[in-house]
């Protein structure tokens, strides 16, 4: 049988590149199916919001999905790289924009730059939100936005950032150990934080330099210290010796974690790593 759907137009969209492809230049367009997306991705960004809401994180004026949503549509189509390979694509950027679209955090600390789309993600989602991004390297196709402060280098080296003020989110997509980050983040006062690449032991293979221990790992309770993880990527093989004072460190300092809900199921674009939004605390109650 032949297949019935016909070419009704071009398109001017250049496709993507790399991983891009399977996602730049391509959308659903009859409204009825719009509504559908939006109603689905919608489902889970309120799965989020319920789980935000038994923490206290002041979220009874925030708004509401649907609007974050359609905010999230509307910044997205203008944004500054249309293909970004290599740094955060369409279903990341929508658990930055909505995170910080319902947290609106006074300070947004950003560690992790590349060529600036999560920062500027960030501005839209927030505007008064004062957003410092890092990054080790200088890029010269950056994208840089005036609501936006660009710093080379590492922010702990920062001593503006010796004290986080209250409210302050800081946002690790930097391949560093989330471990090295999350005390860092309470060395300073910081009680708030993004993770991008938390993966699990059992996946580390996922990413090119997997930011070892994740947080994933560190409250993993079937992770046994003293467990070497091993993982093999693109011709090489790479260890990991889990200790006793990770799994510490993730007990006294990790009050509760929450996983950004998956969008892959819902519209087939690139799969993103693991995100997780945690809350730090400096030690352990009775600790
Ligand atoms: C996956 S990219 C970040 C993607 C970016 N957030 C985006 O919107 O596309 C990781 C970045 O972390 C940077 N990086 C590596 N080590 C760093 C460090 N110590 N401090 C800050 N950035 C670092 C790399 O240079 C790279 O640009």
Not at 8 to 29: D, H, M, N
Not at 118 to 138: G, K, L, N, Y
Not at 261 to 273: A, R, W
Request: with cysteine.
């Amino acid at each position: 049988m032949s297949v019935k759907y016909q070419v009704i137009g071009v398109s001017s969209t250049p496709p993507g590149t790399g991983k891009a492809e399977r996602e730049v230049g391509r959308s659903v367009r009859s409204p009825i199916l719009r509504a559908r997306l939006r109603q689905e991705t919608v489902a889970r960004l309120q799965h989020l919001i319920e789980a935000l809401e038994a923490r206290d994180l002041g979220l009874s004026g925030a708004e509401d999905a649907e609007r974050i949503y359609d905010r999230f549509v509307a910044s997205y189509g203008r944004r500054p790289l249309r293909d970004n390979a290599g740094g955060t694509m369409h279903n990341s950027c929508f658990w930055v924009f909505a995170t910080v679209a319902l947290l609106r955090p006074p300070l947004i600390v950003e560690s992790g730059t590349y060529l600036g789309q999560s920062s500027w993600m960030m501005a839209e989602a927030s505007p008064d939100s004062r957003i410092v991004t890092f990054d080790i390297v200088r890029e010269r196709s950056r994208a840089k936005d005036p609501r936006v402060t660009y710093r080379l280098g590492d922010w702990s080296d920062d001593p503006e950032f010796r004290e986080l003020p209250e409210g302050t989110l800081m946002y690790f997509d930097d391949h560093i150990s989330h471990r090295r980050r999350i005390e860092e983040t309470v060395a300073r006062g910081g009680t708030l934080a993004l993770l991008d690449d938390d993966m699990p032991g059992h996946a580390l293979y996922a990413t090119g330099a997997p930011p070892v221990p994740t947080r994933a790992m560190m409250q993993d309770p079937d992770l046994p210290p003293g467990t070497r993880c091993e993982w093999e990527r693109n011709g090489k093989v790479y260890a990991y010796d889990y200790t006793k004072s990770d799994a510490e460190t993730g007990r006294r300092h990790i009050a509760w974690s929450t996983p950004m809900p998956d969008l892959t199921p819902v519209n087939l674009y690139v799969p993103q790593s693991p995100m997780t939004l945690i809350g730090l605390r400096e030690k352990m109650e009775g600790g």
